[in-house]
């Protein structure tokens, strides 16, 4: 007697909210970045809270640029709606890869083209003077003052991410060549570095290790209200507040931790820094990402227009 074939279910043309949250799961698993995992991860969970309120008749080409349209008109930046779009792409191409979603709807959704980014965006980079000023006033005896000096030294000083600061380890610094370095250093998407330490940043890091008597793990940690050092490191949250106080303290308006990468990166361009070099410092892939970092193309402090000939 033959045996009696099973008929295949036909892919979905609409996902359900336990579908949506399997492929998720299944997008951040093929990210290697933590970084990456939370950018996408709060990407998709907006487009899912959009994608489950809107009346809907299947995920397609259709449903992704009516998203598209309903982020412009949030007036996001093109560059926010890009990286949305791309984690709603991933979606669609995880949920065809595991039989959830149509190949065919899958193939109309990669096809959605994201926003056209007309100009350069102005980043945020502070001056040696401000620079110099925010290390001072953050300054202190207690351990806590200790301890986000030389956070905010390293952000500084050595270009570091947040997540690369946080994940550092007493054994991380080492001498190398007769200088401080921070050895093998596992970066964005996984890759390794080594970044030169200067000495001033390094006495900053040695004054906090010594006063808070911590000699293996992790080289941050959290610090309670009674000033007693708790847990066994901190969280990006506490790290934007202790830049986020320096800079009030210094007279500095919307300072983020990454704005002190940025800063660093033209510092030592200023100082006569050679790109290469500042591009291994930073570990970048791309040299034009750096130069985008460095933002010398358009001067402000002197700019163009300042004498020109008809001032009053």
């Known amino acids: 007697m033959p045996k009696l074939r099973r008929k295949r279910k036909p892919p979905k043309r609409s996902l359900a909210l336990p579908d949506l949250e399997q492929t998720k799961y299944a997008v951040l698993n093929t990210l290697t970045s933590k970084s990456g995992q939370r950018t996408y991860d709060h990407a998709i969970n907006e ?34 709606i ?3 779009l791309a984690a709603v792409r991933r979606v669609a191409y995880e949920a065809a890869d595991s039989g959830l979603l ?14 056209r980014r007309i100009g350069v965006r102005l980043g945020n980079w ?14 202190g005896d207690s351990l806590r003052c200790k301890r986000n000096h030389a956070i905010l030294a390293l952000l500084i000083g050595c270009g570091l991410r947040r997540g690369e600061v946080l994940a550092l380890t007493v054994d991380s610094i080492q001498l190398r060549e007769e200088h401080w370095l ?24 040695d004054r906090w290790t010594e006063a808070s008597g911590i000699k293996d793990g992790c080289l941050f940690r959290a610090i309670n209200k009674s000033g007693q050092i708790w847990g066994q490191g901190m ?19 919307k300072l983020a931790p990454h704005d002190l990468r940025r800063t660093c990166a033209r510092l030592c361009h200023l100082a006569g820094g050679e790109l290469d070099q500042i591009q291994f410092l930073l570990g970048h892939v791309s040299i034009q990402t750096t130069e985008h970092y460095l933002g010398c193309k358009q001067k402000l402090r002197v700019a163009v227009n300042d004498k020109i000939g008809i001032e009053p």
């Not at 489950?52 to 995920?59: D, G, N, Q, T, V």
């Open 182 to 205: 921070i050895a093998d250093l596992l970066g964005k998407a996984g890759h390794i570095r080594t970044v030169p330490t200067p000495f001033w940043v390094k006495e900053a890091v």
């Open 235 to 253: 969280t990006p949250k506490v790290l934007w507040e202790i830049v986020k106080k320096a800079a009030e303290a210094a007279g500095i308006d």
């Open 82 to 84: 890009n990286l949305r």
């Open 126 to 139: 502070l001056t040696a003077e401000q620079g110099r000023s925010l290390l001072l006033k953050s300054q």
């Open 47 to 80: 487009f899912v809270d959009w994608y489950c309120s809107e009346p809907r008749l299947a995920f397609n080409r259709t449903v992704v640029l009516r998203y598209r349209i309903h982020l412009e008109q949030r007036h996001l930046a093109p560059t926010t």
């Open 102 to 115: 149509s190949p065919e709807l899958a193939a109309g959704i990669r096809r959605v083209k994201g926003v």
